[in-house]
């Protein structure tokens, strides 16, 4: 270990801080800097001033305009001396004070001079220093010289020229891409940087031409790259060629074999490169991902921080998609659990998280613990999150995760810190109704000595809604109402509020409410003294036990029905008006459509306390309020399910469109979320045209078009069909967007009188059995299971033919279904020759349906699978076995 | 900046860091906008340094991930070598790009890395940062050719001596004089 340096002299000690540039001042510096003038050069003098200027500029010393100036004019007579280093400082000062354009002038001459020196330094830098400060104007009176220096035999002179032309790329495009022959020459290099350098500008030049980018992978993937960044360079274009060629090809991916190739390269860096290239592979397999596994493992137990970092971090994301490849670095990934580098330690444990089953959980937890104390927030954060997912996992263990989540809880953290544990702990309560009520009392507990507003109110308001539904309702009480005495204004009017949901949604509890209600009508807050008064009004505060009006509980306790946008303007109109306010005038129709931000995540990442808890699963409850704010698609009723979105455009075209599947029991919605991506377009009259001729069960209601559909402001269009009551009808769709184009005057944002008519091609989409499914799972499927009668279970065997793994196998028995995997069955174990899965979920008419699904290897790769089915319906248990069948 | 916003662009630092122990510049190089006033640097810097200074980063150099950035860095007597990257930049490139500064500092300073050796050689330090990287693009990472591009000597090799005037050929003179004495 080293300590700092020890002086050995005594009379050192007095100036430990010791520094050269102890006491510097700019002014004095710049009277220095006069010496630069001096018809007498002195080299040294003149470096030690230039030192102590860039030393000013480098502690964030500013010169003004006039300083800055005058500096440069001096720095300037320094082209007279002849001295390498000192001409190596004026190259540096004159890049610091990047002079203006009439300034570049003045140096212009000398430095072109220096281009053309027989000294390759001189040559070099001069290069990049003409290039840092050119004009285009300049540029093309010394591009002769570039191209020259480009393919110049010494490396030095090449790399700085070939540096200058990637930056000059971006400002002067047009001149450099005159360059490509002598870059290319340049690629040929034998001077590993030079064909680092060349290579990278080369592609830049050609980055807009796919067609010449796959033909330059394709010749330097067969020939040599002699320098690792080079290489480096390679494997990204290489994996942008895969990327964009990856749709139209069938059976092994072009350049696979290039890049399995470069894991074998003797520079750890382009074996990272191209392991990590591998893992991000569009639907990359298991097959093709096992090579790159295995060196990342190998590097885990590296002595090289940095190589243990990159390596777990690359499988940590690895994990999120293929959590079985991963699972073979397990044990390597524990010993991690203790590493020095609490970065790599964080990552190993939340990869653990995500690969781990079900009998690990344990034994990770109390690793978990100990590690806690010892990271920053950012890094709990993140544990947080991965135990919140474990949790949903694996039910079962939810004692142990909320367990460990009260108790960090407890500690001490910041606010987002505290936010993530208490979002976690409001996910499991909704999602595991066996968590609900010791989740609560955590909850109770914490805002007992919260330091956190936000997180107070929050807390209150869910203990609102969930604490009345538990079986014991009054224990709360005790916590909400000493929110009352103890706590700032906000807290304590939700607190009332809080109070008032017991007593209007538990009866027994009424009178007790009222009297703590009665008590903050003395509230030194008018905000609390005013609820008080409107809940104890509204409520029937006489005390008696009557039940409460739904009306009452609606209009105090709903959803508000309206985008509060739209409220805003119509109580502003109202401030000016004298007429009585209506909340029944205050338009119910979104104007912008919060869903396309969300998009893919929908139910499966759950988001908290953000969202509020009234609406649980937000995405399913905005779509319901968007399709009942529509008098066509109102008049349905409630959607059984709606789909995640598919995209029905490919990404960057003109029309982003997507489409979400609302099921209903005698009819389907077809939501089309457009987006208008042309600044220059105004879209009326938008409409989706859908031909069924595929799909023959399906009969064709309604289309409800969109008005307008201005620039980058989303909008929807609806199509309605109808198919039979309760039949899980199947079939494909396909679309064509009809619209009025308009052009739009960019600076006016005016759109143009007349329109033309056009129309847009959208892919395919299909309605497919899993629609007809809701993902509902059970924490206990032998219960659940036990309960349901045996005669209703159908038990079949299937034969699935040849399959990639049982894994493979298993999720697409899964996808079919469109059903929950339950206690973690959806994993499979590597080797195993079979596996048992359970699943859950909920059929159209509302029938609960349990699945037993067992694969076993029987030959070579084929896959049998026996599958027993219970629902509350025999003919949905046959339903099922249908769709297996068919499927 | 084009350049740095996908993958498929050239590998990018984004700066090179050289701190004391108490975390105050020795010299830094920024080559992002990501920070674009002397305050955001500091800060940076600051949170950094705090973040890094009790880790033990001398034998091999160590990485953390914090707002974002991989950060490599490595530390020798009272000095702190920092290296930053975006957080999807391949960290070994990053380390490659800390190894070349290092080892370049190390071969200029004659192996008395520490922070008055560092000072009093400020002149060497700027130069290697500017022969590393140019603009957030890697331009050398060989410690041996940083070093020897530092440090040429004193005299224009390729100026014939008659081209020189008789008081340069003299100040010459006197300064080679006054070295030697001094060595």
Not at chain 1, 666 to 673: E, M, T
Request: proline share 4%; glycine share 4%.
């Amino acid at each position: 270990m080293a300590q700092p340096l020890v002086k050995k002299d005594d009379d050192r000690d007095d100036e430990a801080e010791y520094s050269p540039f102890m006491g510097i001042e700019k002014g004095a510096v710049l009277q220095e800097a006069r010496v630069f003038n001096d018809p007498q050069l002195d080299p040294r003098r003149c470096s030690q001033v230039i030192t102590k200027l860039l030393y000013l500029l480098n502690q964030g010393e500013t010169f003004t305009k006039v300083e800055a100036t005058e500096v440069f004019f001096a720095v300037t007579k320094l082209f007279q001396s002849r001295d390498v280093g000192l001409r190596r400082m004026l190259y540096l000062m004159i890049k610091e004070l990047s002079p203006s354009a009439d300034e570049v002038i003045i140096v212009t001459s000398s430095l072109m001079k220096d281009m053309n020196s027989k000294t390759d330094m001189y040559r070099a830098n001069a290069i990049r220093v003409l290039c840092r400060i050119t004009d285009g104007v300049l540029l093309t009176q010394i591009e002769r010289y570039l191209k020259q220096a480009i393919v110049d035999k010494n490396p030095v002179v090449a790399s700085a020229a070939l540096v200058s032309g990637i930056h000059l790329l971006q400002t002067n495009p047009e001149v450099v891409k005159r360059w490509s022959n002598e870059v290319q020459e340049a690629v040929q290099s034998r001077a590993a940087l030079v064909q680092f350098h060349a290579l990278a500008l080369l592609h830049q030049i050609r980055q807009n031409d796919r067609l010449a980018v796959s033909k330059l992978v394709t010749s330097l993937t067969r020939g040599t790259v002699r320098s690792p960044l080079a290489q480096c360079l390679l494997i990204r274009y290489t994996s942008q060629v895969i990327r964009e060629s990856a749709s139209n090809s069938q059976g092994d991916r072009p350049f696979y074999d290039f890049l399995e190739g470069c894991l074998r390269h003797k520079a750890e860096m382009v074996i990272f490169e191209a392991a990590r290239a591998i893992t991000e592979l569009s639907g990359v397999t298991s097959r093709e991902l096992t090579p790159a596994i295995t060196v990342l493992q190998l590097f885990l137990s590296s002595s090289k921080p940095v190589l243990r970092f990159a390596a777990v971090r690359t499988l940590n994301k690895v994990a999120m998609t293929h959590p079985m490849a991963v699972t073979n670095c397990n044990i390597d990934m524990e010993s991690l659990i203790s590493d020095q580098n609490r970065s790599i330690a964080t990552l190993a444990i939340t990869t653990l998280l995500k690969t781990g089953n079900e009998s690990s959980v344990d034994r990770l937890m109390k690793q978990i613990t100990n590690f806690m104390s010892d990271i920053a927030d950012e890094f709990k954060i993140v544990v947080v999150e991965a135990i919140r997912s474990l949790c949903l996992k694996f039910p079962l263990k939810y004692r142990a995760l909320m367990n460990f989540l009260s108790n960090i809880l407890r500690e001490e953290g910041g606010f987002e810190y505290k936010k993530a544990i208490v979002d976690s702990i409001v996910i499991l309560i909704r999602d595991i109704p066996d968590a609900k009520e010791s989740g609560l009392l955590h909850l109770c507990e914490f805002i007992e000595d919260c330091e956190f507003t936000y997180l107070s109110t929050q807390i209150l308001h869910f203990l609102g809604i969930e604490g009345p539904k538990t079986s014991d309702p009054s224990k709360y009480i005790r916590y909400i109402y000493n929110r009352v005495h103890l706590e700032n204004a906000t807290v304590r009017a939700a607190a009332v509020s809080t109070l008032a949901k017991f007593g209007a949604m538990v009866d027994s509890l009424k009178p007790r409410v009222f009297v703590l209600l009665r008590r903050c009508l003395f509230d030194s807050d008018d905000e609390v003294r005013d609820r008080a008064t409107l809940y104890l009004n509204t409520l029937g505060g006489d005390g008696e036990v009557v039940e409460t009006d739904k009306d009452v509980k609606e209009f105090l306790f709903g959803a508000l029905e309206i985008p509060l946008v739209n409220l805003e303007t119509s109580l502003r109109n109202y401030v000016a008006s004298e007429e009585a306010f209506d909340i029944n005038s205050v338009p119910k129709e979104v104007k912008s459509q919060p869903l396309a931000e969300k998009k893919a995540p929908g139910k499966k990442q759950p988001t908290g306390l953000g969202a509020p808890p009234a609406a649980p699963p937000s995405t399913v409850d905005a779509y319901e309020k968007l399709l009942s704010s529509i008098p066509e698609l109102a008049s349905l009723g409630k959607p059984f399910k709606s789909s995640a979105p598919t995209e029905l455009t490919e990404a960057e075209t003109e029309y982003a469109v997507n489409v979400v599947k609302h099921i209903y029991d005698r009819h389907v919605v077809f939501q089309y979320n457009c987006t208008n991506t042309i600044p220059e377009q105004l879209l009326e009259e938008v409409s989706v045209v859908v031909d069924s001729s595929d799909a023959e069960e399906f009969s064709f209601v309604l289309s409800k078009p969109l008005r307008s559909l201005p620039y980058d402001s989303p909008g929807q269009t609806f199509v309605v069909f109808e198919k039979p009551e309760g039949v899980p009808a199947v079939g494909k769709f396909s679309n064509t967007l009809k619209f009025i184009v308009k052009e739009v005057d960019p600076n006016t944002g005016e759109a143009d009188e007349d329109g033309v008519d056009d129309e847009y091609q959208l892919e395919e989409l299909e309605v497919v059995s899993a629609d007809y499914m809701q993902k509902v799972g059970v924490s206990n499927f032998r219960n659940a299971w036990e309960s349901l009668d045996a005669d209703l279970e159908r038990v079949d065997e299937y034969g699935l033919g040849p399959r990639e793994s049982l894994a493979e196998a298993v999720n697409a028995v899964i996808s079919l279904l469109g059903m929950q995997p339950c206690e973690g069955t959806e994993v499979v174990a590597s080797n195993s020759r079979s596996h048992t899965c359970l699943l859950s979920g909920v059929f159209i008419g509302n029938v609960r349906v349990l699945a037993r699904l067992q694969f076993g290897l029987t030959g070579p790769k084929e896959v049998a699978m026996k599958l027993a089915v219970k629902s509350e319906d025999i003919a949905v248990s046959d339903a099922i076995h249908e769709i297996v069948a068919s499927g | 900046m084009a350049l740095s916003s996908f993958r498929d662009a050239c590998p990018t630092v984004k700066n090179i860091l050289l701190l004391d122990s108490e975390g105050k510049r020795v010299a830094v190089k920024y080559y992002s906008d990501d920070w674009p006033t002397n305050n955001s640097k500091l800060a940076f810097e600051k949170a950094l340094f705090t973040k890094t200074m009790k880790t033990n980063a001398r034998t091999e150099a160590e990485i953390t991930m914090f707002d974002n950035y991989i950060i490599v860095y490595k530390f020798i007597q009272d000095l702190h070598f920092f290296v930053t990257g975006g957080d999807d930049e391949n960290e070994l490139i990053l380390a490659a790009v800390l190894q070349g500064f290092f080892d370049s500092v190390a071969l200029l300073l004659r192996n008395n890395v520490d922070k008055r050796e560092a000072l009093e050689n400020l002149d060497l330090i700027f130069l290697c940062l500017d022969e590393i990287v140019e603009r957030g693009m890697i331009l050398e990472t060989d410690a041996n050719v940083i070093a020897g591009k530092v440090a040429v000597n004193s005299m224009d090799p390729a100026a014939p001596l008659s081209e020189q005037t008789i008081s340069q050929a003299l100040a010459t003179a006197r300064e080679h004089l006054t070295r030697t004495l001094f060595q």
